[in-house]
């Protein structure tokens, strides 16, 4: 039989014992980390906190930069193919979204407005009497929101009410390796297309997944505006 002293000693264990078990079954909330396994693939996990890289190793033709992935800027970096991959205000320059500032960037017969790039043969800018609203969304989801919901809402009467078509742009904040990013954004414009669809939209709907491309923010204040859905004309 144990001694009182052993009993006591036994009773203060148990409990420690067990707030050291609960603790470690609990994962760490991404983007915290304790293991690399904690993280999406291809990250790692540096001072508690998934990352994309820990050295220029981790990164083929670029370099590591706080963690992250920069590829040399120019043409031969990931960016645009098209103007309707860019955001409002700018155009898609030597592989670059960014706001033209001459015609001569917009091409034969081209003429620049107010940062972006109006081709030779393309159509005119849609004029409408409704504006296009941003949809956002939480951080690592592509759940709708009420406040998303409401803001599909409105675009989907203002899209039927032009009867014209519109393109679904998806965006992320920066965290996260660029592959999860992309794949999140594109999750993100199926659903405001299926809201959209089920709210009786039938124009034409594109989709263009950017991922974190377009990222700004350096603080969780800009990394919300990052993450949403702009619908563009």
Known sequence: MPSPRFGGLFQLLVPALMCVALVAGCPAKYPKCSNDKDCHEKEFCVNGQCQ?????????????NAGRCEQPSGPQSMGCTDDKQCPAGQSCLDGKCKPCVSDDQCGEGGKCNAGKCQRAGSSAPVKASCTLEPIYFDFNESVLTTEATSAIDRDGECIKKTNHEATLVGRSD?????????????RRTQQVKGRLNSMGVTQSLKLNARGELDATGKDEAGWAKDRRVDVQW
């Open 52 to 64: 994309q890289c820990k050295s220029d190793g981790d990164c083929p033709g670029g370099k590591c």
């Open 174 to 186: 920066p965290r996260g390796t660029e592959e999860y990013n992309l794949a999140l954004s594109d």
